[in-house]
């Protein structure tokens, strides 16, 4: 549990720290967001290299060396809904949608980086900027398992919020 708490106080107060450095007009033209996303990006890229070293070990001492990890885009999802999410926010994506044609959404009914603000509305145009860490850090994970994606995040009602993932294709 103190580790949860550590990690939500380090996520606000690096969004509060790049607000607050950041000059107004990078605020207005969403540099400050493009930011946040860039180091989800690289935290996610970082998580997925440990996993993929840790399962790769895994694999050898199994022999199943040479079978393929994941047999499509969905069981990666499967992948980053189930034990990505575990990992990093210790749940599990309450539910995940796709359209069998390269976009899924995620949803998170009580999403953690968001429990902490207010239920109501009034908070609700800030919601951005406590996703945007979030967005790089699937689309980070995703880069690392070999997917080119474009992640968004919108939140209608608090805590709950949803990840759209577009898989792009090469």
Known sequence: ??????????HNEMVSGVYKSAEQGEVENGR?????ENMGFRVGQGLIERKNTV???V??????KDTARFKDELDIMKFICKDFWTTVFKKQIDNLRTN???IYVLQDNKFRLLTQMSAGKQYLE????YLAFTC??????????GIKS????EVSSMPACKFQVMIQKS
């Open 126 to 129: 800030h919601a951005s900027k």
């Open 150 to 153: 474009i992640v968004t995040a």
């Open 1 to 10: 549990m103190a580790d949860e708490a550590l990690f939500l106080l380090l």
């Open 100 to 102: 069998h044609q390269g």
């Open 136 to 145: 790089g850090l699937i689309r980070g994970g995703l880069s690392n398992l």
């Open 32 to 36: 400050c967001i493009t930011k946040l």
């Open 55 to 57: 399962l790769l070990l």
């Open 59 to 64: 694999d050898l001492f199994r022999f199943t």
